[in-house]
């Protein structure tokens, strides 16, 4: 299982490691969903944190099923999809701990957490689709509109330049850079601290403030995937 939960005391940590680049597949999707399934219903989860490898947020999407039939292509774009308007809703406040690249879906997942700590270092964060010959997804562009700077919205969108963890939080993608040494014992911290927080009010504050924004982003998900290219090879 590439994506493991960790439960300590109020904080539930789900750690990403597929041993490889942190590739978003099927599998890692379902795990995802599965973890916050039993999450949702534990009422004693007062935050969450999700961590990926040294080195590796989140790689994108598995190029292998994006480039291996239109059809592979969009089963999965459709379920990030679902995944990340699911976590932009998730009940507790989450805490995502950027570990290195986060590039396209790695990105999108950022973006659907409520605050974001990006290790420093050369890392590569953004949105590089239009670089493999894709279009984003409407239910991305709408999450970015949400998340990014205004200002930053069409050079990181439209023209898919990346950004260093420092240039990230002028974009909006992360909220903090800290030293990679410190970086997942400052996460967790933090996340105490937002677990302390009453949860059915953060929840439903949550649903108040994002519902039309989760909606927009899957609504008519089905038929645009139906029209949507492969990304190239």
Request: glycine share 8%.
């Amino acid at each position: 299982m590439s994506v493991s939960l960790e439960r300590s005391g109020a904080l539930a940590v789900l750690r990403f490691d597929d041993g490889k680049a942190n590739v978003l597949s099927h599998s890692v999707i379902d795990d995802l969903n599965m973890h916050l399934d039993s999450l949702e219903k534990d009422g004693s989860v007062g935050a969450t944190v999700l961590i990926g490898r040294q080195g590796r947020f989140c790689a994108g999407f598995d190029l292998a099923t994006m480039t291996s039939s239109a059809d592979a292509m969009r089963s999965l774009v459709t379920a990030g999809g679902r995944l990340t308007a699911r976590l932009l809703l998730h009940p507790t406040p989450v805490v995502g701990v950027c570990t290195g690249h986060a590039l396209a879906a790695g990105a999108l997942l950022l973006l659907a957490c409520d605050e974001r700590l990006a290790a420093s270092g050369d890392w590569k964060i953004g949105l590089n689709e239009v670089s493999i010959g894709m279009a984003l997804p409407t239910w991305a562009v709408e999450l970015a509109r949400y998340r990014l700077r205004p200002s930053e919205f069409d050079r990181r969108v439209i023209l898919g330049q990346v950004a260093n963890p420092t240039e990230a939080i002028h974009a909006g993608f992360v909220d903090v850079v800290e030293d990679s040494a410190s970086l997942e014992a400052v996460a967790m911290e933090r996340a105490k601290e937002l677990a302390k927080l009453h949860r059915g009010s953060v929840a439903l504050t949550k649903r108040r403030s994002r519902l039309a924004i989760a909606e927009s982003m899957t609504r008519g998900i089905d038929a645009e995937m139906s029209t949507m290219s492969q990304a190239s090879k």
